[in-house]
């Protein structure tokens, strides 16, 4: 582990959501049609996200940056290893993570607010309500809950995915890629207003982007992997984009 992540508890909001992350020798690989295990894949890896700490994931195509966001929201089980949230293994999808995917994968038959509710079932009409609207407001679409999908921008409609993420009051947040799809200005409106939310929210965010640029504006602290290894594990306040570029190799 590196860097003093640990000791970060000032970005911890007062209502403290953020989850503590810890991977320990964890490893995937996957395996042939006929199972054969290759050697394509991730780890061995040991790593800690501290809570309320921002962690971007860099690495060029085939790194392993997908197989770890599906390690970590339990899509995949590691082969060796543990994963804890909150010192708890992670057995499966977790009512305290949740994804964000690089194109916003919204329910077009439903309403903007349809889809915001859609993780929310179990809850009181009242409080689905509520967290629907909160989250809105936090992506900056306040009146857009009675709208279709099929009416709203593509910057729009991640920020709905955001939202959809954001209502289940998670204390993991994933993202991959959110904004590769998106026009550069909107891509800037929409990382800045999730730095916003971050700070607001205290929550844990791990974030994977191919760009190294902006794994540096965004994050406290990067990753960079490399064939399945890291190859830098640092504050973003200390490593240049040089160093990156040089440690991707
Ligand atoms: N379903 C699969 N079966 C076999 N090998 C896979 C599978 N998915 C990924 N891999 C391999 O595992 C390694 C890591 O892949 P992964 O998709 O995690 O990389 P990535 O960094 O997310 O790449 P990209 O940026 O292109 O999405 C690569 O060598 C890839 O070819």
Known sequence: MTGGTMQRTESLSPQGLGAALELQD???????????????????????????????????????????????????????????????????????????QQEAALFPWLTVGGNVSFGLRGLSRAEQARRVADALALVGLPEMAGRRVHELSGGQRQ??????????RPGLLLLDEPFSALDVNTRARLSS???????????????????????????????????????????????????LQAALG
């Open 26 to 100: 964890v490893t995937y690989r996957y395996r042939t049609g006929r199972g054969q295990v290759t050697a394509a894949g991730l780890g061995p890896l040991d790593l800690r996200v501290a809570p309320g700490e921002f962690l971007c994931v860099v690495g060029p195509s085939g790194s392993g940056k997908s197989t770890l966001l599906n390690l970590l929201a339990g899509f995949l089980r590691p082969q060796t290893g543990d994963i804890r949230l909150d010192g708890a293994t992670v057995k499966g999808p977790h009512p305290r993570l949740t994804l964000v």
């Open 159 to 168: 920020r709905v995915s955001l939202a959809r993420a954001l209502a289940t």
């Open 193 to 243: 207003e999730l730095l916003e939310i971050w700070r607001a929210q205290g929550i844990t965010v791990v974030f994977v982007t191919h760009h190294l640029e902006e794994a540096l504006e965004l994050g406290e602290r990067v990753v960079a992997l490399r064939q399945g290894e890291v190859a830098l594990d640092a504050p973003t306040t200390g490593v240049s984009l040089t160093d």
